[in-house]
């Protein structure tokens, strides 16, 4: 597989890889543990959307490989918007797919929950100028010393206060401060992609995940523990290691993350089962207020119960999205659709072939 590597932000990870040589992209955004090759459809797709006319760009970010355990969706989205307007300035997208998988599914939600598709410069009224993420987006994000240029801080702060408004922020991008992207000699005009669909694959819910791997008691300790860190003020420090039984690599878990991850109504908390209909539509109708979007489900998804009924639950989340979803269940797909690569590119392509719009 071949491509482009290329740094969206100053932050040592803050990297990138593109293949083809396109101008409308397609955002691939893994699940917890994954990086750059995670799914093994990775290689396949990208030959399939290179013969549509789209590059497909794998995106890392801090939450990465082993970094998930102490990092957030809300920073996770503020570097996915550092990537889109790295995207329009230096590779002159036009158009957008964001594409989760597992766990980037919430981060996909979280980005689109937060207006960080719309651009700032284009309405006076955009949700995303005025919004200012919360505290587990300001956690950790500084993305380099005070040195480096306000431009720099703002694009790496992404809506923060930092730089006052996200308009702002974009401004200062758009003059040619940020040298995050293609470097000091970049100073040329950007482009600001428009967000044309998002695919969910493999949509499911982590702490139904975790709970089934751990022992009532053991968990319920453990959350505990957590919930009390956080009160106390302590939810960035490390409440315990990934059992080794659920994760081989033992990932370091801060107690603000396990809550979120495993307590009900935590940040991560987007697709279990016991929602109500009415907490999943608050929850996911962005997504389809902001484009088209795909439900992906695997019909043998090995981190749900062999008894859940997949069909039942892609039928769900797409009612939750709204009238601008639809769904689609791979027939016995594992979660990262190994062995069916070929059915699942194909449905992925189709889709976004159905929101492309016409090359100019």
């Not at 994000?141 to 306000?150: N, S």
């Not at 720099?152 to 003059?175: D, F, I, K, N, Y």
């Not at 059992?243 to 990932?251: D, G, M, N, Q, S």
């Amino acid at each position: 597989m071949q491509g482009t590597l290329f740094k969206y932000a100053s932050r040592p990870s803050a990297v990138a890889f593109k293949t083809g040589n396109h101008t409308r992209h397609v955002a691939l955004v893994g699940g917890l543990t994954d990086g750059f090759m995670f799914a093994p459809i990775a290689a396949p797709l990208a030959k399939a959307l290179d013969a549509a006319a789209w590059s497909l760009v794998q995106v890392q970010l801090s939450s990465s490989y082993q970094g998930f355990g102490i990092s957030s969706l809300d920073r996770d989205a503020a570097e996915m918007r550092e990537l889109v307007v790295c995207l329009g300035r230096d590779h002159s997208s036009s158009h957008l797919v964001l594409i989760g998988h597992s766990t980037g599914c919430q981060d996909v939600a979280r980005f689109l929950q937060r207006g960080f598709h719309l651009d700032p410069a284009a309405s006076d009224d955009s949700p995303a100028k005025e919004q200012q993420t919360g505290d587990h987006a300001a956690e950790g994000q500084t993305g380099g010393t005070e040195g480096e240029g306000a431009a720099s801080a703002v694009a790496v702060q992404g809506a923060l206060a930092v730089a006052g408004t996200m308009e702002e922020a974009v401004a200062a991008l758009r003059a040619g401060g940020d040298e995050s992207c293609a470097g000091a000699g970049s100073r040329r005009k950007a482009l600001w992609p428009t967000v044309v669909g998002s695919i969910l694959q493999a949509p499911v819910s982590d702490r139904e995940w975790l709970t089934g791997y751990l022992p009532p008691n053991d968990i319920s300790a453990l959350l505990q523990t957590a919930v009390a860190m956080v009160a106390e003020g302590r939810g960035e420090e490390i409440v315990c290691r990934m059992p080794a039984h659920i994760l081989a690599e033992r990932t370091p878990m801060c107690a603000d993350r396990l809550v979120a991850l495993a307590c009900k109504g935590g940040d991560d908390d987007m697709f279990s089962s016991d929602l109500t209909d009415e907490e999943l539509k608050a929850i996911l109708a962005p997504v389809g207020a902001a484009a088209p979007c795909l439900v992906l489900v695997s019909g043998a998804d090995e981190t749900m119960a062999a008894s859940v009924d997949k069909r039942a639950v892609a039928e769900r989340l797409a009612t939750a999205v709204g009238a601008n979803a639809s769904f689609v269940v791979t027939p016995d797909a594992p979660h990262n659709l190994e062995g069916l690569e070929s059915q699942a590119v194909k449905v992925m392509v189709e889709f976004v072939v159905s929101v492309s719009p016409p090359l100019s």
